[in-house]
């Protein structure tokens, strides 16, 4: 009785593995183009990652960028980028056809979120859908503050 039972956990083990085995191949190959330069010092930038300096020199700098801020709308009531070109569309509301509309391709887009994960996840899946205009703030809002310091982030 007990062999029986390991068998059948055994194929019911190779049956299941099948299936989480299943992938879109040209998926992962699209994949793999759009990192395959992810390596050494410049992953980073490769990855379109921008570090909070990079931002705030570029903003003194009078660089022509588009803020884009996908918190929640509750995240953003408590307080939101006043940066002209500043977009807020929530990180579930993006990927509509009527707000990827509002993205420019002619100048950089900033992708900010409260810590950088958010960000990191949508900047890339935007970058794959050709936005290769797309920067994602690292550290989100809290690197940004981090940066600033307390007085000039208030």
Do not use: W
């Not at 990827?100 to 990191?120: E, I, N, Q, Y």
């Amino acid at each position: 009785m007990q062999l029986k039972s390991i068998s059948l956990i055994m194929l019911l083990g190779c049956s299941l593995s099948g299936v989480a085995m299943a992938y879109d191949s040209a998926l992962a190959q699209s994949y793999q183009k759009q990192f395959a330069n992810v390596e050494g010092a410049a992953a980073g930038k490769n990855l379109g990652l921008m570090s909070p300096a990079a931002f705030v020199d570029a903003t003194k700098a009078g660089k022509e960028m588009v803020a884009l801020d996908i918190r929640t709308e509750a995240e953003m009531a408590l307080f939101g980028l006043t940066l002209p070109h500043s977009l807020n569309i929530p990180a579930n509301e993006l990927f509509l056809p009527e707000n990827l509309a509002k993205l420019p391709t002619d100048k950089p887009v900033v992708v900010f979120c409260k810590s950088g994960a958010r960000a990191t996840a949508l900047g890339t899946a935007l970058r794959h859908a050709g936005f290769d205009n797309v920067k994602i703030l690292k550290g989100g809002f809290k690197g940004l503050a981090a940066y600033l310091g307390p007085k000039e982030a208030n």
